[in-house]
Structures are given as structure tokens and as C-alpha cells.
């Protein structure tokens, strides 16, 4: 059974940092496309960063230079690093896991940023 599993979200104040983990099981993580989208109240589900099975990354305009996608094969685990964050950064965070006739999704984690 595959499960896809975050953590790490919760209130932070403008400019701090968090780290959300995606944990998962049941899957060879290393062969899949990994990715962390946020949704925001009344907003569409957009793709915040990806990591492809070769490493390859790619970023929303809006985190470039503060967000940091990454992963660890052997923990089957991949991670957002979010630095200098911003209240439009509020939302909640999925990690998603997708290859060939395959995609698995978490549950969900709040990230808020407020004073």
C-alpha cells in the first residue's frame, strides 16, 4: 500500500524559515517525479517545486531563490526548504509523487505566515 505523508508545516512569522517533509512508502521513490504544489484560500493548486528522477529542478517565479527542493533516496523522504517567506507564501502544502499510469498524493500541510 503507498502512502504519501508530509510534515512539517505551521505558523511562521515574515521572513523565517520551514522545512516540510514528504515521507512515503510502498513506492521506489528514486524512479518517480517528485513535487510540492500549495493551494491557497479561493485559489487554484499550483506547482511551488519539482524534482525529476535525474535531479532536475524546477521552480514557481515566486519562491525562486528562497525555496529548495530536495530529496533522499535511501529515506525514500524529499523536502522543501522555505526560506525569507512571506504572508502570500500562506497556504496548504501538498507533495506529489508521479510517474507512468501513477500518482500518489499527500494529505496536506498548513503553512501560515503572519506577525
Known amino acids: 500500500q503507498v502512502q504519501v505523508v508530509e510534515s512539517g508545516g505551521g505558523l511562521v512569522q515574515p521572513g523565517g524559515s520551514l522545512r516540510l517533509s514528504c515521507a512515503t512508502s510502498?513506492?521506489?521513490?528514486?524512479?518517480?517525479?517528485m513535487g510540492w504544489y500549495r493551494q491557497a484560500p479561493g485559489k487554484q493548486r499550483e506547482l511551488v517545486a519539482g524534482?525529476?528522477?535525474?535531479?532536475?529542478?524546477n521552480y514557481a517565479d515566486s519562491v525562486k531563490g528562497r525555496f529548495t527542493i530536495s530529496r533522499d533516496n535511501a529515506k525514500n523522504t524529499f523536502y522543501l526548504q522555505m526560506n525569507s517567506l512571506k504572508p502570500e507564501d500562506t497556504a496548504v502544502y501538498y507533495c506529489?509523487?508521479?510517474?507512468?499510469?501513477?500518482?500518489?498524493w499527500g494529505q496536506g500541510t498548513q503553512v501560515t505566515v503572519s506577525s
Open positions: 524534482i525529476t528522477s535525474d535531479g532536475t529542478t
Open positions: 506529489n509523487v508521479k510517474r507512468v499510469r501513477a500518482e500518489y
Open positions: 510502498g513506492i521506489i521513490l528514486s524512479i518517480y517525479i
